[in-house]
């Protein structure tokens, strides 16, 4: 890359960090005319960049291995086998290779996560009930 190129790039970084740190500080609605959806996604990517983060964009295949799909969950890839294996996740077979469907993958994300935040409200009941309890004994 020349150097001319380098300073070019290194300009509109900084001027796309200035802007976009302008426009949290002023509260300008960013993307008014896109869904909501995608909306969401440009004021994450704006904030980011206005705290000059990198970001990275990128696309998933609709049919993940299973170590991408280890990966993904946050586990070891045994651990996703014994899941498979239990049908806990649906998996099927592409000759002798295990494949997941990223649709697949992500709703037992999402349903861990729902069983790990009830278990944590659990928790915290337990946890204010022996503490009244406590109170009133002492």
């Known amino acids: ?10 300009f509109v970084t900084e001027l796309v960090h ?8 002023e509260g300008t609605p960013l993307g008014t005319s896109l869904p909501p959806e995608l909306r ?5 990517f704006v904030k980011a960049a206005s705290e000059g983060k990198t970001v990275t964009i990128g696309t998933l295949p609709q049919e993940l291995s299973t170590t991408e799909a280890a990966r993904q969950l946050g586990m070891s890839r045994p651990t996703l086998m014994k899941l498979v294996h239990n049908e806990e996740i649906p998996a099927h077979k592409v000759g002798s290779h ?17 069983r790990q935040l009830d278990a944590f409200d659990k928790l ?15």
Do not use: G, W, Y
């Open 1 to 10: 890359m020349t150097q001319s190129a380098v300073a070019e790039s290194i």
């Open 18 to 25: 200035s802007q976009a740190r302008q426009a949290v500080q």
């Open 40 to 44: 969401n996604v440009v004021r994450q």
């Open 98 to 114: 295990t494949r997941l469907h990223l649709k697949d993958v992500q709703e037992f994300q999402k349903n861990e996560r729902r």
């Open 124 to 138: 915290r009941e337990i946890d204010d009930e022996l503490e009244s309890e406590s109170f009133f004994q002492n």
